[in-house]
């Protein structure tokens, strides 16, 4: 039996999870929410998870019913993410790792994703579409590395989402309108269609063409085709029939219905979660340590600075074949 | 709770009183050198932080968690830490005083996130 204890921090959430061979022994996390209207910045946001990371690291101890000496591994999110939120989280991990004598293991954040819901999900080889507020990427596993088969080359679908819900205020859905479709190959890109709708937003509105609602339904309507569109591509080229969904874009249930029903056309199964694991948490820090520890990988405290870039491929993948 | 002095005069030092817990630091001393008339077409500014701790393993433990990040910002700042005996000591060189007035701060955020992570989940397992 191998227990590992996981530490996420990179974004508004920080969780600390604990994982003993496949079961998710606690969870728990907090999310760092900001007024209505406004996003959330890195020392801020540092701040908060700074002032709640001991008490959340208790409690998952504490639901587990486990002491710090049944702990094998501290796994913690080396990277990608915001510097100073992923600092104050790697700072507890590396002291409590030494405090304990435990071996360390720094985590890429994207993987863990995508180890939780492989675990949840039991799937074989999925491609897997992961989109956050951080992150999109459509990623296939091949010869020991994640591969990023296309990506956003702005910024993430859920960094759009937000950024227009802040400038219209509103949720809700209705008729359609025609906005750009930016799909560049393997690749999306969303900055364009951002700005053409903040604009339209403005001028559209005023001339009560469509609604509100009609403006953001139409933008995840775009999006989220263009997010079917580079999944199936990369399914093709894989041959792979099934879709794995993470990272929390993919709560989305209308997202998760579009996909549904690709995958129906060509007879691939799709696979997604609920918002405990889609959601950043500690659990998935966990698991992703705990392959990584169990194939033989640990980090060296000189190592183990944090980086706000880290490329899904360049983990090597030393536990599946 | 520790005051960075806003004017960087010689010899200045604080003095911390915490919680009467035998481990954690009961006195940190500071000394700040602006530039001197010398080093002043450098502008060269340093600030020395030693910190005590009960032990030097407890020392080296803070050393290991607070060296491995890199300076958010490249240009402008260094920082040295180092372990003797039961101290952990800090140097700091930077060309602009605010510049070396974030690095500081920040740092006294993180050594006190460090230190009260030991406090609640120390003392550390015998080697």
């Not at chain 1, 393997?186 to 269609?193: L, N």
């Not at chain 1, 139409?218 to 029939?241: D, G, P, Y």
């Not at chain 2, 290991?64 to 800090?90: A, F, H, N, W």
Request: glycine content about 8%.
């Amino acid at each position: 039996m191998t227990v590992v204890i996981g530490f996420e921090g990179s974004a508004n959430k920080i969780g600390v999870g604990i994982v003993r061979n496949g079961e998710v022994l606690s969870n728990p996390r907090r999310t760092y929410i900001t007024p209505p209207g406004q996003g959330f910045l890195p020392s801020e946001t540092a701040r908060h998870h700074r002032s709640v990371i001991l008490t959340v690291l208790k409690e998952a101890l504490e639901e587990a019913g486990l002491k710090p000496a049944d702990i094998d591994c501290v796994a913690y999110t080396k990277g990608p993410g915001m510097g100073a939120p992923l600092v104050t989280v790697a700072l507890v991990a590396r002291t409590v790792a030494q405090l304990w004598g435990k071996p360390l293991l720094g985590v890429n954040h994207c993987i863990g994703h995508i180890e939780m819901v492989r675990l949840i999900t039991q799937a074989n080889n999925p491609t897997v579409l992961y989109v956050s507020g951080g992150n999109t990427q459509v990623i296939a596993y091949s010869e020991r590395r994640y591969r990023i088969f296309g990506e956003t080359i702005d910024i993430a679908v859920g960094n759009c989402l937000d950024r227009f819900a802040r400038v219209i205020k509103v949720i809700m859905l209705l008729h359609y309108v025609e906005l750009p479709y930016t799909v560049k190959g393997m690749d999306v890109s969303f900055s364009g269609i951002l700005s053409y709708i903040e604009e339209a937003a403005g001028k559209m509105l005023k001339c009560n063409q469509c609604t509100a609602e009609d403006l953001c339904f139409s933008l995840q309507e775009t999006l989220f085709s263009m997010l079917v569109e580079i999944t199936e591509r990369a399914m093709a080229h894989c041959s792979s029939q099934e879709v794995l969904i993470v990272g929390g874009v993919g709560c989305n249930l209308r997202l998760q219905e579009m996909m549904g029903v690709m995958c129906k056309e060509r007879g691939a199964k799709l696979f997604a979660t609920d918002e405990s694991f889609c959601i950043d948490n500690g659990a998935m820090i966990a698991q992703a340590g705990w392959e990584m520890f169990r194939s033989g990988q640990t980090t060296e405290l000189s190592d183990s600075w944090i980086t706000q870039r880290y490329r899904t491929d360049e983990v090597e993948v030393t536990w599946r074949d | 709770m520790m005051e960075i002095p806003d004017t960087f005069a010689p010899s200045a030092s604080c003095a911390l009183v915490r919680s009467p817990k035998l481990y954690l630091p009961t006195r940190i001393t500071t000394m700040a050198a602006p530039c001197t008339e010398n080093n002043h077409k450098q502008g060269t500014l340093e600030f020395a932080l030693d910190v005590p701790f009960p032990s030097t393993r407890e020392a080296s433990i803070a050393l290991q968690s607070l060296s491995p990040d890199r300076e958010p910002r490249k240009g402008g700042i260094s920082k040295e830490l180092t372990v003797s005996g039961s101290t952990l000591s800090v140097r700091w060189r930077a060309d602009e005083a605010r510049i070396l007035r974030v690095s500081v701060g920040s740092f006294m955020d993180h050594l006190s996130l460090v230190m009260e992570t030991m406090e609640l989940f120390g003392p550390p397992v015998p080697q």
